[in-house]
């Protein structure tokens, strides 16, 4: 018996049905790329309930985009008025007293008149000798969480805690460690050791101000190293290890190298920070009023945010110490500024020689 088949006489192929019966038969319109094949079905729920897009959904999408665009846009424009409305308070009520002598002077007259130099020198040795400090421990802490930890190890989720936990703790508490651990235990260590018990680093000083502030910024300079070093490719760090090179060399060579214009990021922020905070420096080395410039790291020394604070708040004259203020904030703004300036240039020149030593 003579099956049919696709042979000439076969009967023809039936059409497709479902399994209830029904029978479907292509139209014309229906066909696509492929001939006899069914038409794209519209979306269906898991009950087979068919879902075709209505004007309707089309309209409501659009008015969410337009809402969306609108409240983020308006978002924007609040944030830059406010940023608008202070640097124009500040410079209108400040710029007519920044003057060569303001910027060149020591305060004097119960800080009525004079200058504010020492407050300036005070503030830039403080950011220095804090990214001194900060930079080597928290890219070493980076490099170690990165490179060498067994991610799902004890110690390096302590220091993971250790870090978040540190990233929330008040800037006050840290005034209080650095008195407690720096200055009265580090320092009356060295005093003890070296000068026969005199008082000469276990007092407030400028080296505990800045170690204090290098705690403070530590978890900033650690997460922005993490995800530089992360962002390195892992093919790098594989073509490093094929050449014979060692891990150590690898890292030194290839990976800090691609990684150097994140962790400047990091610098940027902790030096953003580092500026404008007072309340770790009040029992670690600001000092109220001195007019001399410190000599040593073991001396006070005037910062310009305590400087601001103290004018606002214990001036004997507010009327006259008015215009010293709002010039003094108007410095603090323009020197963190260039300070963030200065790494956001050395950052932008890291990579245009990176990019060229690539291609």
Known sequence: ????GNRVGSPPASPAADHRGRVWEPSQGSHDSRVGSPPASPAADHRGRVWEPSQGSHHSHRLGDVALALGSGLAVALVLLIVVVILGDVTYNGASHLTLGFLTQAPRDGMTAGGIFPAIFGTVALVVLMTLAVLPAGVATAIYLSEYANPGSRLTRLVRVAVNNLAGVPSIVFGLFGLGFFVQFVGAGIDRALYGGQRIFGQPALVWAALTMAVLTLPVVIVATEEALAAVPR?????????GA???QTIVRVVLPQALPGILTGAILAIS???GEVAPILFTGVAYFLPKLPGSLHDQFMQLGY????LS??????DATRPILYATVLVLLLLTFALNATAVVVRSHMRRRFAGAAS
């Open 273 to 275: 920070r580092g500026a």
């Open 307 to 310: 400087h601001v604070y103290v």
């Open 246 to 248: 060692s891990r150590l």
């Open 1 to 4: 018996m003579k099956r049919p």
């Open 313 to 318: 708040t214990q001036s004997p004259d507010v």
């Open 235 to 243: 093919e790098l760090r594989l073509a490093s290890a094929a050449l």
